[in-house]
């Protein structure tokens, strides 16, 4: 198993590269092409010129809900308009206007307001149906996200709020694609784990996460192997594996080689 490659910054406490994870086929992952994270508001002024200048970022996406960019805000690297931001929210709110979002909490699915039921919260299915409902509600955010990795010069950083949820799924996906064991792709959205407790505490004073976060013992929120396990297992038993889900989704073969390629070493 590869020891994952933590990029420590001031600003967030789970950005990974997942280069150097092996292929089944003796390749590996280059590194510099698919970083993954919490949300980036908080990027300080050097983490910025590191990102940019070091690291090469060229493109990020942003899967966090509209409500939550307009509550938490797009962070330095978007204001600044230094690369490409591409917005695909996994969260059927895109229609929102920004301006009216006032009431924007209302519609947060973790929201006590929100009316929905709370999650089980020992269920470790709860979140492998929750990561499959992103692949079923929002395929198109999902295949969008990987034609922005798969046409990427740089680097492109994918990631959400705590960097493990819908960063795990897209990624997951992504590695998948890319010829990575079902095993690897899972210890490396297990990683997020060792981090755990740094990005709930980061995520407690926020307001889109706070008051949800408060309810719920740390456990809930710990990834855990079975939940991507499920994931993988599903795409192989109802769509032939990741890739044949790209195809269901109007990827052409060309196009599922240029991701695959654009990732490899």
């Given at each position: 198993m590869t020891t994952p490659h933590w990029i420590d910054l001031d600003g967030?406490?789970?950005?990974?590269d997942v280069g150097g994870l092996p292929t089944t086929d003796g390749g590996r992952i280059a590194p510099g092409r698919l970083l993954r994270s919490d949300n980036l508001?908080?990027?300080?002024?050097?983490?910025?010129?590191?990102?940019?200048?070091?690291?090469?970022?060229?493109?990020?996406?942003?899967l966090r809900s509209t409500v939550e960019v307009h509550l938490e805000g797009p962070g330095p690297l978007r204001t600044r308009e230094l690369v490409p931001h591409h917005h695909h929210s996994l969260v059927a709110d895109d229609a929102i206007d920004a301006d009216a979002a006032a009431a924007a909490a209302l519609v947060?699915?973790?929201?006590?307001?929100?009316?929905?039921?709370?999650?089980?919260?020992?269920?470790?299915?709860?979140?492998?149906?929750?990561?499959?409902?992103?692949?079923?509600?929002?395929?198109?955010?999902v295949s969008a996200a990987l034609h922005v990795i798969a046409r990427s010069t740089g680097a492109t950083v994918v990631h959400c709020a705590a960097g493990k949820d819908r960063t795990g799924t897209v990624v997951g996906l992504t590695l998948s694609v890319a010829g990575v064991a079902d095993e690897?792709?899972?210890?490396?959205?297990?990683?997020?784990?060792?981090?755990?407790?740094?990005?709930v505490a980061r995520l407690l004073p926020r307001p889109a996460y706070g008051e949800?976060?408060?309810?719920?013992?740390?456990?809930?929120?710990?990834?855990?192997?079975?939940?991507m396990e499920r994931i993988l297992t599903v795409l192989a038993q109802r769509h032939g594996g990741a890739a044949g889900w790209l195809g269901e989704q109007g990827w052409s073969q060309a196009e599922v080689d240029a991701l695959r390629a654009r990732l490899r070493a």
């Open positions: 967030v406490v789970n950005m990974r508001q908080d990027l300080s002024d050097a983490d910025v010129e590191r990102l940019v200048g070091e690291l090469g970022v060229s493109d990020i996406v942003d947060l699915p973790w929201s006590k307001r929100s009316g929905r039921p709370k999650p089980p919260r020992r269920d470790d299915d709860y979140w492998a149906s929750h990561y499959l409902g992103y692949l079923v509600d929002r395929p198109d955010s690897d792709v899972v210890a490396d959205y297990v990683a997020s784990a060792e981090r755990i407790e740094q990005i949800a976060l408060r309810d719920q013992p740390l456990a809930h929120h710990t990834p855990r192997a079975e939940t």
